[in-house]
């Protein structure tokens, strides 16, 4: 499956953002989805991760309540709503596939789209 990322941007702390990942490939509704960023000098974080269904999300303390995950099989488009957004936010974007099983390490993920970029700033 191959992966693109798009939607990142400038937005000033407290703002919101809506990153969408657009997929092809006949396998998307079978992978388990997950965002991941990484901001420069720093190893990539999972952020957020939904099942194949979608019936299942998860995500890190770090950003729960805030963020987001969805998904559209359909459209074979994941997407991630960002709300009170803060300048720690401030990294490259990326969505991954993985298997059947939602995973929150970088190794478990076959996948990547490239990054989009999201600064937080005022």
């Known amino acids: 499956v191959q992966l693109q990322a798009f939607g990142g941007g400038l937005v000033q702390p407290g703002g919101s953002l809506r990153l969408s990942c657009a997929a092809s490939?006949?396998?998307?509704?079978?992978?388990?989805m997950a965002w991941f960023r990484q901001a420069p000098g720093k190893e990539r974080e999972f952020v957020a991760g939904i099942n194949w269904s979608g019936r299942s999300t998860y995500y890190p303390d770090s950003v729960k309540g805030r963020f987001t995950i969805s998904r559209d099989n359909a459209k074979k488009t994941v997407f991630l709503q960002m709300n009170n957004l803060k300048p720690e936010d401030t990294a490259a974007y990326y969505c991954?596939?993985?298997?059947?099983?939602?995973?929150?390490?970088?190794?478990?993920?076959?996948?990547w789209g490239q990054g989009t970029l999201v600064t937080v700033s005022s």
């Open positions: 490939g006949s396998t998307f509704s079978s992978y388990a």
């Open positions: 991954a596939a993985t298997g059947t099983y939602l995973y929150t390490e970088v190794s478990f993920y076959n996948y």
